[in-house]
């Protein structure tokens, strides 16, 4: 399981496994 966080606008991307999350 690989964590990745990059800022995208001004926001956070955290995605796992096959999941994307914006906040």
Avoid at 1 to 23: C, K, L, P, Q, Y
Wanted: charged share 15%; glycine share 18%.
């Amino acid at each position: 399981t690989s964590i990745m966080a990059v800022e995208f606008n001004g926001g956070v991307i955290i995605g796992a496994d096959s999941r994307a999350t914006t906040g």
